[in-house]
């Protein structure tokens, strides 16, 4: 098992341009994640989807679009990317119930110039 | 106020030592936290999971929880160089969601 993967590893912008972020695990997890992690911020969440075909807003949504595709995969699209949207951005899964133990994708590192 | 607050450290504790690691957080209705450690440049890696109040002990590792304290801790029991990393806390906020603290991080002197 590949567990949760991530493309791309790295990825340079410039101010405006735009890129979706790809997830997919193969763990049979209901629900996927998408956060970013900044210096000294801790991970935050951005989006999250508790189940295939559901969507909802996390602590940071703003320049941030998502699609649940189907139950493996969840990305992740900046439309006009910024500057301030230069992180990592971490992809996590977990099964649905009272466990919550998320697993976490490699990560991508955004640069916007 | 974040909901979960982490010594922002950094620790620094001799190979062979105990290092303890704090958290607390804001959310009554937490019921599951975690322990999470994260090396330079990787993605989060799941050490510890506790749902109940006391301790609970995996190898070198103990989490001991608080519900009345609000608070969450972490030893590590004769710290090696390979300890070294950043530590994540995490509680459940509500369904789905998980709140995490900025993480300590944990020097081991050889």
């Known amino acids: 098992n590949a567990g949760v993967t991530q493309t791309p590893k790295f990825q340079v912008l410039k101010t405006g341009q735009s890129m979706t972020l790809q997830c997919a695990q193969d763990?049979?997890?209901?629900?996927m994640y998408w956060y970013r992690q900044d210096p000294g911020m801790g991970l935050r969440l951005i989006y999250y989807s508790a189940s295939e075909g559901t969507t909802d807003k996390g602590e940071v949504p703003n320049g941030y679009n998502v699609s649940r595709l189907n139950k493996r995969e969840f990305s992740l699209r900046l439309e006009s990317a910024a500057p301030s949207q230069t992180s990592v951005y971490f992809c996590?899964?977990?099964?649905?119930?009272?466990?919550?133990?998320?697993?976490f994708g490699p990560g991508t590192r955004l640069t916007v110039l | 106020q974040k909901e979960v607050e982490q010594n922002s450290g950094p620790l620094s504790v001799p190979e062979g030592a105990i290092a303890s690691l704090n958290c607390t957080y804001s959310?009554?209705?937490?019921?599951?936290f975690f322990w999470y450690r994260q090396y330079s440049g990787k993605s989060p890696e799941l050490i510890m999971s506790?749902?109940?109040?006391g301790d609970k002990e995996d190898g070198r590792f103990t989490a001991q929880l608080n519900k009345a304290s609000q608070y969450v801790s972490l030893l590590i029991r004769d710290s090696q160089p390979s300890d070294s990393a950043t530590y994540l806390c995490a509680a459940t906020s509500n369904d789905y969601k998980l709140s995490f603290g900025a993480g300590t991080t944990v020097t081991v002197r050889a």
């Open positions: 763990m049979n997890h209901n629900s």
């Open positions: 506790i749902y109940s109040n």
């Open positions: 996590a899964s977990t099964t649905s119930g009272s466990i919550y133990e998320q697993f």
């Open positions: 959310d009554r209705g937490s019921q599951s």
